[in-house]
């Protein structure tokens, strides 16, 4: 059986992964993210030895939300590698922090991430970071003041857990799990679906699973209600990349349509940019669609389509029983994946 250090060793492109941040998949080229994909496949079907390249080396978790399998996969990653997990749940058994520049510290933020960062660069070898956004100020959370803040003082690799705007190993195992599924995943048609949900969520999932699909030349549709379009910025990053990699992207506000003749549908609610910080107007605003939920009848319309989710998921709120227990359903082999690919990450970035 074939070692990753092996491999490694022999190809400058997984070798160029070594001590790089991991913030969002733009940051690295399609080359770089599918042999990253591909071994992260061999990782799962025993194919190479991964060996234990975190011996030695700590990997701190930094959590200023909850999680359920980002929190278990990212620990059991780690110990499979050798190396030791340390989870700090921020607020919660460490000190709140503030991460404002020239913030005047009188309120309940005990310390700031300055300080914090650069003190967990002497502890650790990586630190990964889970940080929502507020949903008050798009402008403060699309510019990621909290990753950024760490990657500025920590001076170690930083992984990112799901952002504000981004969730990177999410969409890479996303990517994983269609791959699976078909062989291939260009010119892939996937539909990723708004779904309807009690209240507004971030936009960190659906940012990066259209950003994944568009690197990776899958032909994409974007089905939302005429309020809740993606951020402009990410739509143009989105038609550059498709057509670059021979992929496509489309938006549609027919829900029903953007399923028909569909490999994958991907449901997942987000907030509109058009009511963001005013929370009770765009609830009011969300109850006329209400309708906006995945069935039968709609997987019906797919090319025999696989259902996904990156969970956790309101049943028979985004998908009803029938499709998320049938099977074709994929919301489980996504979660899995998503151990594979944060396994074979850590040991190119710390190898």
């Known amino acids: 059986m074939k070692r990753v250090s092996d491999i490694v060793g022999h190809n400058s492109v997984l070798s160029g992964f070594r001590g790089r941040n991991f913030l969002t998949t733009a940051d690295f080229s399609r080359a770089e993210l599918s042999e990253l994909l591909d071994l992260a496949v061999q990782h799962k079907y025993r194919q190479v030895d991964p060996g234990q390249p975190l ?34 749940d921020v607020g919660k058994g460490t000190w709140t922090l ?16 300055k300080e914090a960062a650069g003190v967990l660069a002497r502890y650790v070898n990586a630190i990964g970071i889970r940080c929502f956004p507020s949903m ?16 500025r003082h920590g001076r170690i690799p930083i992984i990112n857990l799901e952002s504000s705007m981004q969730h990177p190993l999410q969409g890479l195992g996303d990517v994983m799990t269609i791959k699976e599924k078909f062989g291939s995943v260009d010119q892939r048609k996937v539909t990723l679906t708004w779904a309807w949900h009690p209240k507004a969520l971030p936009m960190a999932v659906p940012n990066s699973f259209a950003l994944a699909a568009a690197q990776y030349g899958m ?16 739509m143009s990053q989105l038609q550059r990349y498709a057509g670059e990699n021979g992929g496509s992207v489309r938006v549609t506000h027919d829900l029903q349509e953007s399923c028909r003749g569909a490999d994958v549908v991907y449901a997942k609610s987000w907030g509109s940019l058009h009511y963001y910080g005013r929370m009770e107007q765009e609830s009011e605003l969300r109850q006329k669609y209400r309708h906006w939920m995945v069935d039968e009848d709609l997987m019906a319309r797919t090319a025999e389509g696989y259902f996904m989710h990156c969970l956790p998921v309101r049943r028979n709120v985004e998908v009803s029983d029938g499709v998320l227990d ?12 998503r151990m594979h690919i944060q396994r074979t990450l850590l040991s190119l970035l710390l190898s």
Not at 136 to 151: G, H, I, N, P
Not at 326 to 337: F, L, M, T, Y
């Open 326 to 337: 049938g099977p074709r359903s994929a919301v489980i082999d996504q979660a899995e994946n």
């Open 55 to 88: 011996t030695g080396k700590s990997v701190a978790l930094v959590f200023f939300n909850p999680s359920l399998r980002t929190r278990t996969s990212m620990t059991v990653a780690i110990q499979q590698l050798g190396g030791v997990p340390v989870i700090l």
């Open 98 to 113: 503030e991460y404002r520049e020239g913030a005047v510290m009188d309120q309940d933020q005990v310390e700031h991430i």
């Open 136 to 151: 008050r100020d798009y402008a403060e959370d699309k510019s990621e003041l909290v990753l950024s803040e760490f990657e």
């Open 219 to 234: 032909r994409l549709t974007i089905a939302h209600p005429p309020e809740y379009e993606l951020d402009a910025d990410l």
